[in-house]
C-alpha cells in the first residue's frame, strides 16, 4: 500500500466519521452506533496495551465513548474524532493508572493471565506452527512485560507508533505534545527497550 493510499484511505474514514458526526448531532443518536462499531476494538487494544487488565480496559473503552458522546457538541467536525477519541481514551488510562499507584494496588498476576487472550496480536499468525506460535506469544509477552517498565508517556507513544501505526503527527495530536517531543520520547523508549529485553533474554 503506497503513502497516497494509505493518505486517500485516512481522508475517506474521516468524511466517513464526519457524516456520522453530523448525523449524532442533528439529533440521530443511533448514528454514534457507527463510530463505537468501528472504533471500540481498536480502543480496547489500546487501553488494554496501558492497563495490563481486561476489565479495566474495557471499563475504560465504554467510559471513553461515553465522554466523547457527552462532548459532541465541544468537538470540531474539522478535526479528526479518531484522534479525539483516542486522546480521551488514553487520559483515562492514565487516570486509571495513577489511582492504582496511590491506592498501591496492581492486576500483575491477572494482566499476566490475560495476555495471550487479547491484543490481536497472535491471532494475526494463526497459520503459524505451534512452535512458532508459542515462540510469538512468548516474544510478545516479553515485550508486554518490558513497556510496563517504561514511563507512562513514553508506553504511551510506542503503542500509538508501534500498534496503531500512527504517524508522529498523529501522535502529537493525541498526546497534544510537539512532533518533536514525540520523536524524543520514541527514541528513549526504544533505547530502554533494547536493554530491557538484552537483560532479560536467556543466558
Known amino acids: 500500500m503506497t503513502a497516497q493510499t494509505v493518505t486517500d484511505s485516512r481522508a475517506?474514514?474521516?468524511?466517513?466519521?464526519?457524516?456520522?458526526?453530523?448525523?449524532?448531532?442533528?439529533?440521530?443518536?443511533?448514528?454514534?452506533?457507527?463510530?463505537?462499531?468501528?472504533?471500540?476494538?481498536?480502543?480496547?487494544?489500546?487501553?488494554?496495551?496501558?492497563?495490563?487488565?481486561r476489565e479495566d480496559a474495557r471499563d475504560c473503552t465504554q467510559e471513553a465513548f461515553v465522554k466523547a458522546y457527552n462532548n459532541l457538541e465541544r468537538f470540531r467536525l474539522e478535526s479528526s474524532f479518531y484522534t479525539w477519541l483516542y486522546r480521551i481514551a488514553m487520559n483515562l488510562s492514565i487516570d486509571l493508572i495513577r489511582k492504582r499507584k496511590r491506592r498501591k494496588q496492581t492486576s500483575f498476576d491477572e494482566a499476566i493471565a490475560s495476555r495471550?487472550?487479547?491484543?490481536?496480536?497472535?491471532?494475526?499468525?494463526?497459520?503459524?506452527?505451534?512452535?512458532?506460535?508459542?515462540?510469538?506469544?512468548?516474544?510478545?509477552?516479553?515485550?508486554?512485560?518490558?513497556?510496563?517498565?517504561?514511563p507512562e508517556d513514553q508506553r504511551q507513544a510506542v503503542l500509538l507508533r508501534?500498534?496503531?501505526?500512527?504517524?508522529?503527527?498523529?501522535?502529537?495530536?493525541?498526546?497534544?505534545?510537539?512532533?518533536?517531543?514525540?520523536?524524543?520520547?520514541?527514541?528513549?523508549?526504544?533505547?530502554?527497550?533494547?536493554?530491557?529485553?538484552?537483560?532479560?533474554?536467556?543466558?
Open 162 to 203: 508501534e500498534l496503531e501505526g500512527l504517524s508522529y503527527r498523529e501522535i502529537s495530536d493525541v498526546m497534544d505534545i510537539p512532533e518533536g517531543t514525540v520523536m524524543s520520547r520514541l527514541f528513549y523508549a526504544r533505547k530502554k527497550l533494547q536493554t530491557i529485553l538484552a537483560e532479560d533474554r536467556p543466558k
Open 12 to 53: 475517506a474514514s474521516r468524511e466517513a466519521d464526519t457524516e456520522l458526526l453530523r448525523a449524532v448531532l442533528a439529533g440521530d443518536t443511533t448514528a454514534y452506533r457507527g463510530l463505537v462499531e468501528k472504533y471500540q476494538s481498536r480502543v480496547y487494544a489500546m487501553v488494554f496495551g496501558m492497563l495490563r487488565n
Open 116 to 150: 495471550d487472550g487479547d491484543g490481536g496480536i497472535s491471532d494475526l499468525h494463526s497459520g503459524d506452527s505451534p512452535t512458532k506460535s508459542l515462540e510469538r506469544k512468548q516474544l510478545y509477552g516479553r515485550i508486554m512485560e518490558a513497556l510496563e517498565q517504561l
